[in-house]
């Protein structure tokens, strides 16, 4: 790591909020990357756990900032924001507080980024609470292509946008990526536009900063970062009141997307509809807000073109409004 007195290439943010149980083994992840030349900033977003005891004996070695919520924000993007604020590296890695990585995954990144890219990311495995892989949970992105995500490959940032973010955010886990960090214009941009947001602020994120910020992004297909589930994390289903709010951050965030990516998106949200793009987010409703009949009937927690795209699925496939109205409710 560089010490304090020296300029880094990268910028290493880790965002915490009560993740005092993986903190040590994700903090051990980044001293222990092959590619040393990073500065490391510590947010802390007001943990009740022992979180500060972790970080302060895992680091009081080593060069690094902390900087410290007096009360939870509750929008993981703020985090993010306050450490861009505070980077003075090219390039940025968000380290989540409870995943963890290869040694060798910011020296494969960095390679991508010094080729030309303004984003790298890569293949994830997924991990349970004590570290064992979970063999019944598939790298996110295959579900909206089931052979592009197992190779290696470039592509225009704009092409991945217009192609893949308005069915789903296809840079699933921020834990996974590199990117150069943005200017002033594009960070207050960005955070505007994820602000309030709890679960879809990263989707928001990855879509407007590669349509504003242009370029290339670096996929590599070798899995050198792993994504922990557990209870605590913003997949867990909490109440109905929360996954109400969940769901219009959905509906909001694909109105948004379409907007950056397409200039006239009257009709995108038909093409993505009629496909089954958005069919991900009818299950989920099914399952995690369990609506009741007038709900169903109405769809009243989602809006916009996903509200109407919704809608215009059900008409088309017989087999799929079947489930629909067959899925016990709460």
Known sequence: MKRSDQSPLVSVIVPNYNHAAF?????????????????????????PDDSLTVIREHLKDQPHQLLCNATNSGQPCSQWLSGLKQASGRYIWIAESDDTCSPLFLERM?????????????????????????ADQSFWPDSFDAERWKRSFTINGAALCR???????????????VFRKPNSTILQALGSLTAGRRCTGDWIFWAHYLMRVGG??????????????????????????REKLRFNEYSSAIASVLRITRPWPRWRWYAVATSGGWDWILYEYLWRYRPLWPEKLW????????????????????????????WPSS
């Open 23 to 47: 903190l040590g083994e994700r903090l051990r992840s980044i001293l222990g990357q092959t590619f040393q030349n990073f500065e490391l900033i510590v947010l802390d977003d007001a943990s």
């Open 163 to 177: 192609e893949f973010m308005d069915r789903g955010n296809v840079i699933a886990n921020a834990s996974c990526v």
């Open 299 to 326: 769809i009243q927690i989602l809006h916009g073109p996903l509200r109407l795209g919704i809608y215009t699925r059900l008409l088309q496939s017989r087999v799929l409004r079947r489930r629909y109205w067959r």
């Open 216 to 241: 290339s992004v670096s996929f590599d297909s070798e899995a050198l970062s792993c994504f922990r589930s557990h209870n605590q994390t913003t997949r867990s289903i909490v109440s109905r009141s």
């Open 110 to 134: 960095v390679g991508h980024l010094d080729m030309g890219s303004v984003l790298a990311y890569c293949r994830t495995t997924s991990i349970d609470a004590e570290g064992a892989p979970i």
